[in-house]
């Protein structure tokens, strides 16, 4: 097997994706990808990421690939069976003082943070297209919401707690409280509990 054959053959175990650093990290030549984007068999999305044609790929991986941006809001919720609807803007968090090329796109709306807190509650999940991204947990979406109440819609943050706490299996309540302490919104946490408990 030569080594177009080689990427063509990973590239059908990852979904129709591929990265430059998968290509190298499997001891083949980069000059290779550019050999079938020439031939029409690859197409170069962006910088490091190339897909089969005529494949959807996923918008998200391809969206967050290459920037340090986590999932979250409303496209967190979706991700983990939190929101009633698909969100028809992608909720991003970065760093404060991001510049990258997501600030360009008018579908994203981005959330920008402080270091500090812009791991807290970080995991990997499976886009609903099987490839892993970022988002945050329901920990921490449900606290993001409440920080940001004034702009939430009030039926979205509902839906997301009364779901949550319905989950007995996967809820954690001391972390839910433990990221309510950090984030200052302890007062809206416990209100919800008393209702919805």
Known sequence: MNKEEQILKLIEKKNGIITTKEIVENNINRVFLTR??????????????????????DEYFNLTYGNNAIFSYETALYFLNLCETVPSTYHITVNRGYNGSLKKNNNVKLHFVKNEIFELGKIMIKSPQGQNVFCYDAERCICDLLKDKDNQDIETIKYAITEYLNNKNERDLPKLMEYAKKFNVEADISKYLEVLM
């Not at 079938?36 to 068999?41: A, C, I, Q």
Request: aromatic share 14%.
């Open 36 to 57: 079938l984007v020439n031939k029409g068999e690859l197409e170069r999305v962006k910088n490091g990421l190339y897909v089969l044609p005529f494949t959807w790929g």
